[in-house]
């Protein structure tokens, strides 16, 4: 399936010019060292592998394995999460180094790390830049804009690790295998914290979703819909909206939301809009309650006038233990803040990403072969310890008997650090077993 796959992609590449890689690529950092083929047992490395050691090395003796980056670090609607996201991924790989490395290699995300504004042109022409020097992608955020160079990371074989959480990457006919989603899907975790709810506060009448449209919002928006279905409750019809710098405001939003009056609005938008939301629809005299998705948070929404509506009104869904989880690793990612508190819990989602593309270089390692191709071929069937900062996970197989379906449920508390409390850890509901994963819940555009 892998050969007919990538076959279909390369005919799509040519018929329609999306990417002209070849012209594109840079000279990797030991271009005579990066392609070499070592017999008699020893490690087999390929692009993005060198055997000079890693720029400000911490290992002098070890080879370099060099992973690209692509996300939103300056202007885009995400900056403010994608920064420490990256931050904690940094701050993961300095602790693998520091552990020795992986097979004799320090791991370098620094050299490849690009800023794509959130914008999957940028995305492609940063994409296009590192492509052919890296063995594989530490971070790529947001679905559209990873769409825009799978195909070619395909063709490549680069593992792929993204920051975003959409059901499509469950499935192999999607990605070929070669994407290491985290935590559960947007669609899941709908599915999921609307049992959290129920159970919590009594099952509600009346649903409503509110997203971007595409993978986040539309995902979100399905969950919802197969639980007001499974649980014989009216799903109101989902409103959609996008970020303030494109629609200015979320009026529209709130008048839709007076209208129809739900029970329960689950959200899938950006902090700014959060806020807006639901401090808008609690001073207009709103009755009901909030469940806001992974991205809808930001600390510093505690700071703004909307703070009472939302330590009142909402909750916060989250597959990754909040700040103050007592995990081994949530306790490691600490200590390599030496006591400084991160912006927000972007830095908890770095630490947690880093963990599939490392157990993914390991095995790699292990059975000899560091090229792209031969990371790629130990994904299917890997099972990813999270050292207990989200459950374990088991890549390939059956997406519905592997899908990770635990939400941590966060209160907004100001006396905690990063503004959320959690008081439900790890719960799992009856909905998403009586549902049917065998396809994306929604499409990502």
């Not at 070890?62 to 995400?78: A, Q």
């Not at 519905?400 to 006396?415: K, L, M, R, T």
């Not at 994963?437 to 555009?445: K, L, T």
Request: net charge negative; proline share 5%.
């Amino acid at each position: 399936m892998r050969t007919r796959q990538r076959s279909r992609l390369a005919v799509a590449l040519v018929a329609t010019g999306v990417l002209a890689l070849s012209a594109c690529t840079q000279v990797s950092p030991d271009d005579g060292d990066s392609d070499e083929s070592m017999e008699g047992g020893e490690m087999v490395t390929g692009a993005g592998v060198t055997s000079d050691p890693c720029p400000d090395a911490v290992n002098a003796d070890n080879g370099c394995i060099y992973l690209g980056v692509l996300s939103d670090l300056t202007e885009g609607p995400f900056a403010a999460l994608a920064v420490p996201i990256t931050d904690g991924q940094r701050a993961f790989w300095a602790q693998v180094n520091a552990d020795g490395g992986i097979g004799g290699y320090d791991i370098d995300i620094d050299t490849y790390t690009r800023d794509t504004k959130y914008q999957a042109a940028e995305h492609s022409a940063q994409y296009q830049q590192i492509a052919g020097n890296i063995a594989g992608i530490a971070q790529s955020l947001g679905t559209v804009n990873t769409e825009s160079v799978l195909p070619d990371m395909i063709e490549r074989s680069l593992v792929t690790v993204p920051t975003s959480w959409w059901s499509g990457y469950a499935f192999e006919d999607y990605d070929d295998g070669i994407v290491m989603e985290t935590g559960y899907s947007y669609c899941t975790e709908a599915l999921v914290g609307l049992d959290w709810f129920a159970e919590a506060n009594g099952s509600p009448t009346t649903v409503q979703a509110v997203g971007y449209p595409g993978d986040y919002g539309g995902d979100s928006a399905e969950g919802v819909q197969r639980w007001a279905d499974l649980n014989g409750v009216t799903a109101l019809e989902a409103i959609g909206t996008g970020p303030n710098q494109v629609v200015g405001n979320q009026d529209a939003v709130v008048a839709g939301v007076l209208a129809g009056s739900p029970d329960v609005v689950v959200l899938s938008v950006g902090p700014a809009e959060t806020a807006e939301i639901v401090g808008k629809l609690a001073a207009s005299g709103f009755q009901g309650r909030f469940l806001g998705s992974l991205p809808t948070w930001n600390p510093a929404l505690l700071d703004s006038p909307a703070a009472p509506a939302l330590t009142a009104l909402y909750n916060h869904m989250s597959p990754y233990e909040n700040w103050d989880g007592t995990s081994a690793s949530i306790e490691a990612m600490k200590a390599s803040l030496n006591g400084e508190l991160p912006s927000n819990g972007g830095y908890i989602i770095g630490w947690a990403i880093g963990y599939p593309l490392k157990a993914a270089l390991e095995a790699a390692a292990d059975a000899g072969d560091l090229t792209p191709q031969g990371i790629a071929a130990v994904v299917d069937g890997l099972t990813v310890d999270f050292e207990g900062m989200l459950q374990p996970h088991t890549y390939g197989g059956d997406p519905q008997a592997n899908a990770n379906q635990a939400v941590n449920i966060g209160a907004p508390n100001a006396e905690v650090e990063l503004g959320i409390e959690t008081i439900e850890q790890f719960y799992t509901g009856p909905s998403f077993d009586q549902t049917d994963y065998s396809s994306a819940c929604a499409a990502s555009g």
